[in-house]
Structure formats: structure tokens, C-alpha cells
């Protein structure tokens, strides 16, 4: 295998004069090849529910997202934006140290743009997140 630099990032917008966003990006700019990965959920590959909590459960939807991105040879350095659906908007508030860690863990010091949405329901009774990303494998 040849040594090859690493590929650029996608590069973080931040307005001059705005306060830095924690835990996600204002902003993203990429240049490459586009894989959007659809709602996962916090069940196993087996589509069993193995956490009943929030902070589980986002834990194993990162997990899914990642093992999407690895068949298309990205990572979480390369995703750009995301959108979470939550059935519990105070829960994720209530937990945001909890979910904070799980982030850290499944996708590092990767921040993209971020929506976050409360939602009556989702197609799955048991789950209580779903996380959609797109991310950009630099050229």
C-alpha cells in the first residue's frame, strides 16, 4: 500500500463574529463523491433493540451510520450534515453529557452541520431516535 497523505476534510463555515456552535457545525463545505445514508435507528444489525434509552440508542444509530459509510470507504470525518429525529426533546436535553460521550466515541471530534427534531412518532414503536447523514469522500 502506498503512503498517501490523508484526504482533506470538509471545511468548517463559521461566520465572522458568530459565537462557536457546540457539538456541531454552522456550515460545511466539501468538494468529492456524496454518500447519503438513510434514517438509521438504534437497533442492532439483527433489528433488535438492545438499549431502551436515548443515549443507547443514539449510540447504536451512529454505529449504523458508520458501518453505511464504511461500504462507501468514508468515515465520520466525512460527514457533513446530519438530521436527528427525536420523539423527546427534553430527554435529549436532559442528557446531552450522556449523549455528548456516545458522540465523542462512535465519531470522534467530527462536528457537521446538525439539525435536531422533535417528532410525534417514528415507524418503529421501540425507537426513540433516528439519525439521516450525508457526507462528501474527498476526490
Same mark, same amino acid.
Given at each position: 500500500?502506498?503512503?498517501?497523505?490523508?484526504? @482533506?476534510? &470538509?471545511? /468548517? #463555515?463559521?461566520?465572522? *463574529?458568530?459565537? %462557536? @456552535?457546540?457539538?456541531?457545525?454552522? $456550515?460545511?463545505?466539501?468538494? *468529492?463523491? /456524496?454518500?447519503? +445514508?438513510?434514517? %438509521?435507528? *438504534?437497533?442492532? &444489525?439483527?433489528?433488535?433493540?438492545?438499549?431502551?434509552?436515548?443515549?443507547?440508542?443514539?449510540?447504536?444509530?451512529? #454505529?449504523? +451510520?458508520?458501518?453505511?459509510?464504511?461500504?462507501? $470507504? =468514508?468515515? &465520520?470525518?466525512? /460527514?457533513?450534515?446530519?438530521?436527528?429525529? #427525536?420523539?423527546?426533546?427534553?430527554?435529549?436535553?436532559?442528557? #446531552?453529557?450522556?449523549?455528548? =460521550? +456516545?458522540?465523542?466515541?462512535?465519531?470522534?471530534?467530527?462536528? @457537521?452541520?446538525?439539525? /435536531?427534531?422533535?417528532?410525534?412518532?417514528? +415507524?418503529?414503536?421501540? =425507537?426513540?431516535?433516528?439519525? %439521516?447523514?450525508?457526507?462528501?469522500? &474527498?476526490?
Amino acid at each position: 500500500m502506498l503512503d498517501r497523505p490523508p484526504a @482533506p476534510r &470538509p471545511r /468548517v #463555515l463559521q461566520p465572522e *463574529g458568530w459565537p %462557536q @456552535p457546540k457539538g456541531y457545525a454552522n $456550515g460545511m463545505e466539501a468538494r *468529492g463523491r /456524496v454518500v447519503f +445514508v438513510g434514517g %438509521q435507528i *438504534g437497533w442492532t &444489525p439483527d433489528m433488535r433493540f438492545e438499549a431502551t434509552d436515548l443515549a443507547g440508542q443514539i449510540r447504536q444509530a451512529l #454505529l449504523n +451510520v458508520v458501518a453505511v459509510l464504511a461500504e462507501a $470507504g =468514508a468515515g &465520520p470525518e466525512h /460527514v457533513t450534515t446530519m438530521t436527528w429525529y #427525536l420523539i423527546d426533546r427534553r430527554d435529549y436535553a436532559a442528557k #446531552l453529557k450522556e449523549i455528548g =460521550a +456516545v458522540w465523542r466515541e462512535v465519531m470522534g471530534r467530527n462536528f @457537521p452541520a446538525m439539525a /435536531v427534531v422533535e417528532v410525534s412518532g417514528l +415507524v418503529e414503536d421501540e =425507537a426513540l431516535v433516528e439519525i %439521516q447523514a450525508t457526507a462528501v469522500v &474527498p476526490d
